[in-house]
């Protein structure tokens, strides 16, 4: 199994306060909460324990994008990924993702992520990702269109990589006479793509077939919906196009915390992590999913399974209850995640190891104390340890 | 303004609206359709229709009322032609002469006022008159508004209507799974046509003097989502247009007050579109 760090560089410092006065941490919370010197500290702070994780022997440390926020201040994860880029030498670099469709331009992305990867001799894993619903709002793209440009922008940047230029691209949302990308990407015959989600399934589908076979990452989730999701893309792959989805395909993220006993555990994380879910996750429904953003059967599906982690208050124990996070002594995190990857086979496992406000020592203790206990167990998991297919998928 | 004494004798002459499909160039559109006299296209909003349009049965007294779903709202054809107002104009160009509609009085509340004006910009030649409710369309800068996509569902209630008959029209919607479903389906439609820029087409003032037939304006006067400044700044922009308000309303005269919304539209006809 691949194991690596994961950061959303949370606005830490943020007065919770804003919960009384504003209904979300997002699109509408007014960026004077944002102290341009406290984000100094945090993202350099943030850097530093990606840094770390690299240098403690992590397969891979990665990044995402949102959008005015305060639970994510990375925008652009390529600025993130190419200050780590001459900072690491062997870790890969996954930026999980960035939201080519969200630009009039998804063009300028691709000429960045080949940077990187020239830069970094491979190392770099691309995301591609529709961008939460929040974003619709925050960037006015149109989120009826989010579908369809995704697909689009997918395709442009894949032949920007692959094509010899110059050529025109001609899309129904994307057109360009001369496509010639300076420079080319160092993998070939492009970096890795990966998919993560929180369960769409036409992403799944569209992840799965046979021209892509994309890693699906299932962002965090109740470990029913993480079970349902990962068993459905192997079904998919099954039933649909007809082969056998490798493990390798297969992805899960979850915040992780590792201190000596369960107990202590539970209490260390327990403050930082309901801020996660409880003020920094503060996103109402209408935000969540715009109109048009997803199909009318996964709005029925969202609405009917209550999938979504935001939305409801959190405490930890119902965190660790639902299995939205790992949270335990090494012993009780190694053996959940051997016995998760027992049920559902995941080759490729994402740590959010710093959350909400975990501060500077715990998150450092929890790197390496996960870094040393519990990873190299997880390591040398393979398919062989994966049970199959047992349950029933998705529809 | 006409209010609660609307004459008995016009309340007999109003009928239900019937459905039927019509086909416009291989997209289907369910159309509504009631009353005698002169043809009326109501050009619904965001909100899209459900039947309860009380407005809509008042002005089947004095006309031949056809209110379609635009494609992808209701029960019609979502079209892939289809992808914003502008193209929605070229459609009901194309609807209008499929149903062979001549001498026509437009009346298009929300979006389907912005869709009115992006059909009279390019040809009024099947246009009588145009009558603009709370019509969204123009930009006018500087003049905040309130967001109906982003707000709460309560909140939104309060932007569409002044009082609380907004709870009756929502109940409306939950009467059945399809109503539910087509509910959500009119959401998505509308932020298809109507998301970014939100509402309207920065470019459509300057088009505006191409609109060469009597035009009526009529504004909720608690109207949020489409301030007063716009129905004043489309007045100011359209060569002889006349504005009337209407009062205790928000965004849906056709609901909230529907009486006062047909006889503004009926007055107006008899009068300066003759």
């Not at chain 1, 939201?99 to 063009?107: I, S, V």
């Amino acid at each position: 199994m691949k194991i690596f760090i994961f950061h959303l560089m949370p606005y830490a410092n943020l007065d919770m306060s804003y919960a009384e006065k504003y209904r979300a941490a997002w699109v509408v919370l007014p960026n004077t909460y944002f102290d341009p010197k406290q984000g100094h500290e945090l993202y350099n702070r943030y850097l530093d324990e990606l840094e770390l994780a690299a240098e403690l022997g992590f397969d891979g440390i990665s990044v995402n994008e949102h959008h005015q926020n305060a639970y994510g201040l990375m925008p652009s994860p390529v600025v993130t990924a190419s200050a780590l880029s001459r900072r690491t030498k062997n870790a890969r670099i996954a930026i999980l993702g960035n939201a080519f469709c969200l630009r009039e331009h998804p063009l300028t992305l691709a000429e960045e992520h080949a940077m990187i990867d020239c830069i970094t001799g491979g190392r770099l894993i691309t995301g591609m990702v529709r961008g939460i619903g929040a974003e619709y709002f925050s960037l006015g793209a149109n989120p009826a269109y989010s579908h369809a440009r995704f697909q689009e922008a997918h395709d442009l940047v894949v032949e920007a990589w692959t094509k010899p230029g110059p050529f025109s691209f001609e899309g129904n949302y994307y057109h360009f006479d001369y496509v010639n990308l300076w420079p080319r990407p160092f993998q070939q015959p492009h970096p890795p793509i990966w998919a993560p989600s929180t369960g769409s399934t036409e992403t799944i589908e569209w992840a799965a077939h046979p021209s892509r076979k994309y890693v699906y990452l299932q962002a965090y989730s109740p470990t029913q919906s993480v079970a349902r999701y990962l068993n459905y893309y192997r079904e998919c792959a099954q039933r649909t196009y007809g082969y056998t989805a490798s493990s390798n395909q297969i992805g899960w993220s979850t915040p992780v915390y590792v201190s000596d006993t369960d107990e202590k555990a539970r209490e260390e994380a327990k403050p930082h992590i309901e801020i996660l879910f409880n003020k920094l996750l503060r996103l109402p429904f209408e935000m969540l999913f715009p109109p048009g953003y997803l199909s009318a059967k996964s709005l029925k599906n969202m609405r009917s399974h209550k999938h979504s982690v935001s939305g409801q208050e959190h405490t930890i124990d119902t965190l660790i209850r639902q299995g939205i996070i790992v949270c335990g002594s090494p012993d009780t995190v190694r053996r959940q995640f051997t016995e998760t990857h027992r049920l559902l086979g995941f080759q490729n496992l994402l740590c959010l190891l710093q959350f909400g406000t975990l501060p500077r020592d715990l998150t450092e203790k929890n790197i390496r104390l996960f870094a040393q206990e519990v990873m190299p167990a997880l390591q040398v998991l393979t398919d062989k340890e994966y049970a199959g297919l047992q349950v029933q998928a998705a529809e | 303004m006409l209010g609660a004494e609307w004459p008995a004798k016009t309340r007999q002459r109003e009928k239900p609206l019937q459905h039927s499909e019509i086909d416009v160039r291989g997209c289907k559109i369910n159309v509504r359709r009631g009353g005698k006299g002169e043809p009326l296209l109501f050009l619904h909003g965001a909100q899209g229709l459900n039947g309860h349009e009380p407005g809509l049965e008042a002005l089947t007294a004095d006309f031949d009322v056809i209110a379609p779903d635009h494609p992808g709202f209701g029960k019609s054809d979502l079209t892939s032609a289809v992808e914003d107002v502008g193209d929605l104009a070229l459609f009901y160009l194309d609807l209008l002469e499929a149903m062979e509609l001549r001498c026509v009085h437009v009346v298009g509340q929300c979006i389907g006022g912005w869709l009115a004006l992006e059909i009279a910009i390019r040809n009024t030649e099947r246009i009588k008159s145009l009558i603009l409710v709370n019509s969204a369309g123009i930009r006018v800068k500087g003049v905040p508004r309130v967001d109906m996509f982003v707000c709460s569902e309560d909140d939104l209630l309060k932007f569409l209507f002044a009082a609380k008959g907004g709870t009756e029209w929502l109940q409306s919607w939950r009467a059945s799974p399809d109503m539910e479903d087509i509910y959500d389906r009119n959401r998505a439609a509308a932020a298809r046509y109507s998301w970014a820029p939100r509402l309207c087409n920065p470019k459509l003032d300057r088009w505006l003097h191409r609109i060469d037939v009597p035009t009526h304006i009529v504004w909720g006067n608690e109207e949020r989502i489409i301030p007063r400044e716009y129905a004043t700044a489309l007045k100011d922009g359209i060569a002889g247009a006349t504005l009337a308000t209407i009062s205790e309303c928000a965004h849906m005269p056709h609901i909230e007050q529907p009486r006062a919304f047909a006889g503004e539209i009926t007055k107006f006809i008899r009068s300066a579109a003759r």
